[in-house]
């Protein structure tokens, strides 16, 4: 006995819809896969940078500054008599100079009177020795002695205000053994004291004069 029509006709309609329903689904599932994701690239590294320890600078050592050798005396200093390692060669205890002026040959002037232990004196020019000779005998023991208990500071009354070779005099300069030693004193540095030194001095050369 056959089917009735609706039955027969129903039952492909299904498998066509399931079939259908099957594909969609097949290539539904094929367009959905993911695309694979590309790795990532790895994070650079940083690496942190050594410290650098600054060692903190020395503490710099205070300076004194050297003594200045080339000061200027203080007027007390030039005031004084100082010995002098350049004593004039030979046995002299005494010498006086007087220099300054202009002389008939055209240069300065200088007179120098030199009194030796043995009461021998000698007298130049102009460096030229133009008299010797020696002293009374009543002033021999005395200059046999001198300068042995004489004080350098006894010579000197003060410091010079003037020099006198700058004025057209006679610039003095004395020089004489003393308890210290040899001393150099000039009347341009230093004003000369009265003394029995210079005072002898004197008094020969005016006994020398020619």
């Known amino acids: 006995m056959p089917r009735p029509p609706s039955t027969a006709l129903r039952r492909p309609a299904r498998r066509a819809v399931a079939l259908a329903l099957a ?14 994701a590309e790795p990532s690239a790895p994070a650079p590294t940083t690496t942190s940078p050594a410290s650098t320890v600054t060692p903190s600078p020395e503490p710099s050592t205070p300076t004194t500054p050297a003594d200045d050798a080339t000061a200027a005396p203080s007027p007390s200093e030039t005031a004084e008599a100082t010995p002098d390692a350049d ?3 030979g046995d002299a205890v005494a010498v006086l100079t007087l220099r300054g002026g202009m002389c008939a040959d055209g240069t300065e002037c200088e007179t120098v009177l030199a009194v030796e232990r043995d009461g021998t004196w000698t007298r130049s020019e102009q460096g030229v020795v133009v008299g010797t000779g020696e002293v009374h005998p009543a002033d021999l023991e005395w200059w046999s002695t001198a300068g042995t208990d004489l004080e350098p500071d006894s010579l000197v009354a003060g410091e010079a205000t003037e020099c006198p070779s700058d004025a057209d005099g006679r610039e003095v300069i004395l020089e004489t053994v003393t308890r210290d030693g040899w001393v150099r004193l000039e009347s341009c540095e230093v004003e000369l004291a009265e003394s029995e030194t210079l005072e002898r001095l004197g008094l020969l050369l005016e006994a020398t004069e020619l």
Request: charged letters at 20%; proline letters at 24%; one cysteine or more.
């Open 23 to 36: 594909t969609g689904l097949l290539l539904a599932a094929c367009t959905d896969d993911p695309e694979p």
């Open 87 to 89: 004593a004039p060669p």
